[in-house]
């Protein structure tokens, strides 16, 4: 795919920003107060599609491998796991200032000239010189706030040491053999010099990450059958592949951790970002781990002469709420609809995949009067058991339907007089408009076919 690739879709950042808010995906954090800068508060359709997102993630990790199994570590951690992990030391970025106005940059993200004329990209002023920023949070834990180092703790920045920390419990609690994965979805918390781009870099957000422990000499054949598996993840999810690209990075990208690595990025509408990294961590983890803490990891393979080595590590990492905000980018279209006057001409629609939409099937009936929208709420009931359904009685049934396809619900159905004559309902469907009659009866089973066998045509 070429380098020069631009965005090609309805959306824009101002388009999602503005849908996020009034649908209720996504607030800005304490916006009566002005707001906090680079949090970000999930609402009702927000936090829904990020929980399916998320148990649509953990179907994949953990319910289709027989070898992954899950973990829900702590956020606060003893204070040296972040030294064996290298972030007290290299978890950095370099800082500089606009002495005139104020602005705060990372040095590596501004024009090379700007660096280098020790001049402000927004005003022109004198920039400080380059200096070192650690991104983690530095807290105190215990009764009595102190200045020393006795009780600092830190706010995790990743997810992945609590798997580290836990590995050989796992093994033990479950008696688990190589190769095999411990997955995780938690939150982690980076002191972000610059927040920008909506939620896309935030200084509180989620991860999902899955580290793979494989012996040694395996582990290139596992970090390319990893890769493989991650690309068709998206290609299930039904994403425009051809907004997505695999990224190698070089050796001045990689992490001191890192043996390789690739990112799988996505065409957001502000260019190419990392969606999701592929890395082989080697041993080092497990390495650093054995040594500041004095315990044994090394792996026992009872498969082979009980021989005594420290696993290599390939890691899937993923951010949850990044992912939410390409799921959203992804799913953004306006349509042209050629039969409809004018106030009904276009059509802005989520076309997300039904197992992750944060409505499966809205109910309408089409009056509101002769015990139509009693019998609307009956059906409701039984369908809320299986699917998540909203319930929609307010203005012409067409405004009903844009609504509905604003949210990304992928059916609709209609509950009208026929109904009350023979049982019979209207179902209609998101992407296509395309109405088809069917008995109530029916109804469920017909939401399931169509769930399982849904394919993106636009």
Not at 42 to 50: D, R
Not at 226 to 240: F, I, Q, T
Not at 393 to 419: L, S
């Amino acid at each position: 795919m070429s380098e020069l690739q631009t965005y090609q879709g309805a959306a824009t950042m101002e388009k999602i920003t503005s849908l996020a808010k009034r649908r209720g995906f996504v607030f800005q954090s304490s916006e009566i107060y002005g707001g906090q800068n680079g949090a970000w508060d999930y609402g009702p359709l927000g936090v829904e599609l990020k929980n399916r997102i998320a148990q649509n993630w953990w179907k994949e990790m953990t319910q289709l491998h027989d070898e992954i199994v899950g973990l829900d570590a702590a956020i606060l951690m003893h204070p040296r796991t972040w030294e064996a992990s290298g972030h007290v030391e290299n978890f950095t970025d370099p800082l500089v200032d606009c002495k005139k106005c104020k602005a705060r940059f990372r040095a590596d993200q501004i024009p090379p000239e700007c660096v280098s004329a020790k001049k402000c990209p927004e005003c022109g002023g004198d920039l400080t010189d380059v200096r070192k920023f650690n991104l983690m949070f530095k807290t105190h834990i215990g009764p009595v706030e102190s200045n020393d180092d006795d009780n600092v703790i830190y706010l995790r920045p990743e997810t992945a040491q609590g798997i580290y920390v836990n590995y050989k419990n796992i093994i033990q609690s479950n008696r688990m053999k190589l190769p095999f994965g411990i997955a995780q979805i938690g939150k982690a918390f980076r002191n972000e010099i610059v927040t920008k781009n909506f939620i896309f870099r935030t200084c509180e957000f989620e991860q999902m990450e899955m580290q793979y422990f494989v012996k040694p000499g395996t582990d290139v054949e596992w970090f390319n059958e990893w890769k493989k598996r991650r690309w068709a993840y998206y290609e299930k999810l039904g994403v425009k592949m051809d907004h997505l690209r695999w990224h190698q990075h070089g050796a001045d990208e990689l992490a001191h951790y890192a043996k390789d690595a690739y990112d799988i990025e996505y065409l957001f509408p502000m260019g190419w970002k990392e969606l999701e990294g592929v890395h082989n961590r080697s041993q080092y983890d497990l390495t650093r781990h054995t040594d500041y803490s004095g315990k044994d990891l090394r792996y026992i393979d009872q498969d082979d002469g009980n021989k005594k080595y420290i696993p290599f590590i390939i890691e899937t990492s993923a951010g949850l709420t990044r992912t939410l905000l390409m799921t959203l980018c992804d799913a953004y279209d306006e349509e042209k609809i050629a039969d409809k006057g004018a106030e009904d001409d276009c059509r802005a629609v989520l076309r997300f995949h039904p197992t992750i939409a944060p409505i499966t099937v809205a109910v309408l009936p089409l009056q509101k009067k002769d015990g139509l929208a009693d019998l609307a709420q009956d059906i409701r009931a039984e369908l809320r058991e299986d699917f998540a359904t909203d319930y929609d009685q307010g203005g012409a049934i067409g405004r009903r339907y844009r609504r509905q396809d604003e949210a990304g619900t992928p059916f609709c159905v209609t509950i009208d007089y026929e109904t009350k004559e023979n049982g019979s309902v209207t179902l209609r469907f998101r992407d296509s408009m395309e109405q088809i009659r069917l008995p109530r009866g029916e109804l469920a089973s017909r939401l399931f076919q169509e769930i399982k066998a849904y394919k993106r045509t636009k």
